[in-house]
Structures are given as structure tokens and as C-alpha cells.
């Protein structure tokens, strides 16, 4: 491997790599993705054996610690986790400064962010112990932030959680629960959740990951880093597109307009593109699409729904895209977010928890991805370059000389 940081420093090579299409910009052991297969591995486990198999939970004490744990080391994780649910009381306030039509994003951007300042005895990132809480803090309570956006969106109280029930059990029940009836989680539905959750756990160095990455690398706390990454998700490109996808299948409505639809992503003057399809890295089935297509006739099937429309306009979408010849030749296949909406819209979540569910699930990466980094000696800040295309050198002149 060449040393580039080291041509760099001699002022021997530059770089330009917009979007940084081939530039690695650290080292990672988390998580690794073939684009050509279509394969995903956290940690060395193929994606589809630990959906099958795991479960969140274990999954995040994977990403964080680099193996499976034992029977013990799962259960005092999990104790440790759900000892950290509840939020500071104190939050409850600064979330009702919000606007009740915020978009549930924009008040976990806040939220997240104003962690900092509710959690501050767990920023000073040099204390490796510190870390370790707050990367608990963050996993424990971010599910609880996500349903406290939803409640306050919607009118209705907080629902406070409830530890005697599992990582996805207990979001369901903060989400749908009411004080005025009992709620009992569908043990279907909290199954598709945390798949769900496993599926968006982790892709190494994607925006919001490197977001978190650089912002992390000047030694911002973590609280402040996740924020950055929300925001950075929440953009139509990435974690976006879920809410943007579901909008796109409802408004094609029905399979016979699907034509219309296709020929407008393929029309150079139109910006229009199918939103859940294409992936930087993947020029191949996007594994995860798989397992959330399958989840999603299992999850319509289990709750008895048979003739869901915007599923059948997204089977016959995908079936006609991948027999057209633009999207054979520019390799574009359904990506995770392109069946995930058809899920959460069937489970009773509006479109617009689509993408704080994402980022709730990928809260997990994007902490393991930080304390990856800040253990990392070779770690520096980040600091891109540019290539400057603006006026050169010229002196200034008087305002009535211009
Ligand atoms: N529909 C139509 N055409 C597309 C699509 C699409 N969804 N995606 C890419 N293309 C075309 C582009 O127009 C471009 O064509 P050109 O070569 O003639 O200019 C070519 O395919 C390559 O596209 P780029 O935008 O250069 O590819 P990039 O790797 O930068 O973008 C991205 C990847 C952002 C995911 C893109 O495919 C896209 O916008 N998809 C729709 C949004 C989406 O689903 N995002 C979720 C991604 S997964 C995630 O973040 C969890």
C-alpha cells in the first residue's frame, strides 16, 4: 500500500476525488462490504446469517467489541444497556420547546446534540471508561429519543420505557403505547424491528459514518459527533431515501404506471431518480435489500395484509428495472431502503419515523466507527483538500472604482 499521507507531506501528490470515490481515509476492522458480490460482513458474519440468527442487541455488542459474546457477556451488556434507557427528566422540556410539526429528524438532530450538555460527565473523550459510557448512553437511549420525537409529533405524552421488554419490544411500545389502554408488543413486529435495526446496524464508510468519523477527529465528544451524523443521514441520498422511496412508490400508485416513472429516471433533462435504487459501493444485489424483501412479505403476510398495493408496485418496479438495459449498464439494483419503507408503513409508522428508525439502528455504527477512530493512533484530524478553481491573486479596489 502506498503511504500517501507521507507523499502528501512532501507536497509530491494531490489528489482530487470528489465524493471520495476512491480514497480511503482510515482503517477500519468493523465492517466489511463487497459492492461486486453483493456482500456484507460485520465483523466477518455474512449480513443475512446474523438476520436470520441474531439479534440486535448482540449485534451491537458485536460491532462494539469485535466478537460474539458469551451467554454472560450478553447478559450483563443487556443489563448494562437497559439500566441506560430513560432520558434525564430535564429533556422532557427541551423537547417541548420544539414546534409539534418539526419533522421527528430535525428534533433528534437537536436532542442527540443536547446530550453534551444533560450527559457532560461522560464527554472527556481521553478516559477510556467515559467512552464506554457514553457509547452506552448513546445505544441505550437513542431508541427512546426516536420515540419521544414520534409522541411529540403526533400530540400524545412520552411513554416512558419499559426494561422488562427487548431492545425492539421496548421502541414499539414507547411509539405505540397510550396511558389511557394497555398495549401489548406483537412479538411479529418487534421481530421485523429488530431486524430491521440489524440490517441498518453498520456500512462502514458511508456519509453519516464519516461524517461522525471527521467530526470525531478533532476531538468533539461523541454526543456532539452522532448529531452530526443524523443530520448528515437524514439528506434524500442516504438515510433519506426510505421516506422519499414510500413517497415515490405511493405516488406511482399503481403497477401500470410504472413506464412512466421508469423513463423519467432514464431522461438526462428530468433530475428525477428511483429513489431506493443505486449504491456507490454496491454494483450488485444490495444484500440487505434481500433480506428486507423477503421480511416484508413475511411481515404483510404474518399481520394479514394480502393485497397491499405499494408492495406489488414495488416487486414489478424492481422487475422491470432489472431487465432495462440503462439499469443493467449502470448497475443499479434495489438498495436497503427500498422495501424497509413497505415495513414500517405496514408496522403503523408514518413516513416521516422512517429515517429516525435508521438512524436509531445505526446509532451503533456510527459509535463503534468513533471509539474505532479514537483508539486509533494513526487517527489525525481530518482535513481535506481542495483543488481551488477561484479568481488568483488581485488587489482591491474602491467602492467607486468597481
Ligand atoms: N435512478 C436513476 N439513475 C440513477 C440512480 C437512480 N436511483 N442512481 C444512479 N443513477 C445514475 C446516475 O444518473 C448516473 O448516470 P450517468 O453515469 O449517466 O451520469 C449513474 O447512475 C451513476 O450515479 P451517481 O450519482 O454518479 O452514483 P453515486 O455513487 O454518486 O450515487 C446514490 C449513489 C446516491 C445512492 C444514487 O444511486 C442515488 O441517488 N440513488 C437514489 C437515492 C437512494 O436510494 N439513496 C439511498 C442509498 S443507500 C443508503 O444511503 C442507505
Redesign the pocket.
Known amino acids: 500500500v502506498l503511504d500517501i499521507r507521507k507523499l502528501y507531506a512532501q507536497g509530491d501528490v494531490f489528489t482530487y476525488d470528489p465524493?471520495f470515490?476512491s480514497t480511503a481515509a482510515c482503517s477500519s476492522t468493523i465492517t466489511y462490504i463487497d459492492g461486486d458480490k453483493g456482500e456484507l460482513l460485520y465483523r466477518g458474519y455474512p449480513i443475512e446469517q446474523l438476520a436470520a440468527q441474531s439479534h440486535h442487541l448482540e449485534v451491537c455488542y458485536l460491532l462494539l467489541y469485535g466478537e460474539l459474546p458469551s451467554a454472560q457477556q450478553m447478559i450483563d451488556f443487556e443489563t448494562r444497556v437497559t439500566r441506560h434507557t430513560m432520558v434525564h427528566e430535564q429533556m422532557h422540556n427541551f423537547f417541548r420547546g420544539f414546534r409539534r410539526d418539526a419533522h421527528p429528524m430535525a428534533t433528534m438532530v437537536g436532542v442527540v446534540g443536547a446530550m453534551s450538555a444533560f450527559y457532560h460527565d461522560s464527554t472527556d473523550i481521553e478516559d477510556p471508561w467515559q467512552r464506554e459510557v457514553a457509547a452506552i448512553r448513546l445505544i441505550a437511549k437513542i431508541p427512546t429519543i426516536a420515540a419521544m420525537a414520534y409522541k411529540y409529533s403526533i400530540g400524545q405524552p412520552f411513554v416512558y420505557p419499559k426494561n422488562s421488554l427487548d431492545y425492539a419490544g421496548n421502541f414499539l411500545h414507547m411509539c405505540f403505547a397510550v396511558p389511557a389502554e394497555d398495549y401489548v408488543v406483537d412479538p411479529i413486529l418487534a421481530k421485523a424491528m429488530d431486524r430491521i435495526m440489524m440490517l441498518h446496524a453498520d456500512?462502514e464508510q458511508?456519509?453519516s459514518t464519516s461524517t461522525v468519523r471527521l467530526a470525531g477527529s478533532s476531538g468533539a465528544n461523541p454526543f456532539a459527533c452522532i448529531a452530526a451524523g443524523i443530520a448528515c443521514l437524514w439528506g434524500?441520498?442516504?438515510?433519506g431515501?426510505n421516506q422519499?422511496?414510500l413517497e415515490m412508490l405511493r405516488e406511482i400508485g399503481t403497477v401500470d404506471r410504472i413506464p412512466e416513472y421508469i423513463a423519467k429516471?432514464?431522461d438526462?433533462n428530468d433530475p428525477f431518480?428511483?429513489?431506493?435504487?443505486?449504491?456507490?459501493v454496491y454494483k450488485n444485489f444490495?444484500p440487505r435489500a434481500k433480506v428486507m424483501k423477503e421480511s416484508a412479505d413475511e411481515v404483510l403476510d404474518l399481520l394479514g395484509i394480502h393485497d397491499n398495493e405499494t408492495l406489488k408496485v414495488a416487486k414489478e418496479l424492481e422487475r422491470i428495472a432489472l431487465e432495462d438495459e440503462?439499469?443493467v449498464s449502470?448497475k443499479?439494483y434495489p438498495?436497503?431502503?427500498?422495501y424497509s419503507g413497505i415495513i414500517l408503513e405496514a408496522m403503523g409508522f408514518p413516513t416521516a419515523m422512517f429515517t429516525p428508525i435508521?438512524a436509531l439502528s445505526r446509532t451503533v455504527g456510527w459509535v463503534a466507527q468513533w471509539k474505532e477512530m479514537v483508539g486509533d493512533s494513526d487517527q489525525k484530524i481530518g482535513r481535506p483538500r481542495q483543488l481551488y478553481t477561484g479568481a488568483p491573486r488581485r488587489d482591491y479596489s474602491d467602492v467607486e472604482n468597481r
Do not use: E, Q, S, W
Not at 431518480?273 to 456507490?280: I, Q, V
Open positions: 465524493g470515490t456500512h458511508n456519509a434524500p441520498a442516504h438515510g431515501a422519499a422511496c429516471a432514464k438526462k431518480r428511483l429513489m431506493g435504487f443505486g449504491h456507490r444490495d440503462y439499469f449502470k443499479l438498495n436497503v431502503d427500498f435508521f
